[in-house]
Nanobody
Framework: QVQLVESGGGLVQAGGSLRLACAAS???????MGWFRQASGKEREFVAA????????AYADSVKGRFTISRDNAKNTVYLQMNSLNSVDTAVYYC???????????????WGQGTQVTVSS
């Protein structure tokens, strides 16, 4: 069965770091992998995306310089290194697979179940 499974979420103090991982199983690793997040009461928003080549990345302005997306194609895994976390980063984080490097969720066809990140001030 095709699925994406996120891990690495949790509770962290403001200023701290977390690394999320998303493992893909049951299918060929997609060309485009993305991370999105959804805070309580808000719409899902784009965080970062990466193409097959390591240098092909995109970030939301709100996380540039703090978050880094990377992938290990041999392990079918994409990562999101999050540094200098603050309370506005609190959300459920989802990874997604698609064929277009875009910030629009509609272009991603497969989604994980999400992992909660909570930043305490």
């Amino acid at each position: 069965q095709v699925q994406l499974v996120e891990s690495g979420g949790g509770l962290v103090q403001a200023g701290g770091s977390l690394r999320l991982a998303c493992a893909a199983s049951g299918r060929t690793f997609s060309t485009i992998m993305g991370w999105f997040r959804q805070a309580s009461g808000k719409e899902r928003e784009f965080v970062a995306a990466i193409g097959w080549s390591p240098g092909t990345t995109a970030y939301a302005d709100s996380v540039k310089g703090r978050f880094t997306i990377s992938r290990d194609n041999a392990k079918n895994t994409v990562y999101l290194q999050m540094n200098s976390l603050n309370s506005v980063d609190t959300a459920v984080y989802y990874c997604a697979a698609g064929d277009l490097l875009t910030a629009k969720p509609a272009f991603y066809t497969l989604w994980g179940q999400g992992t909660q990140v909570t930043v305490s001030s």
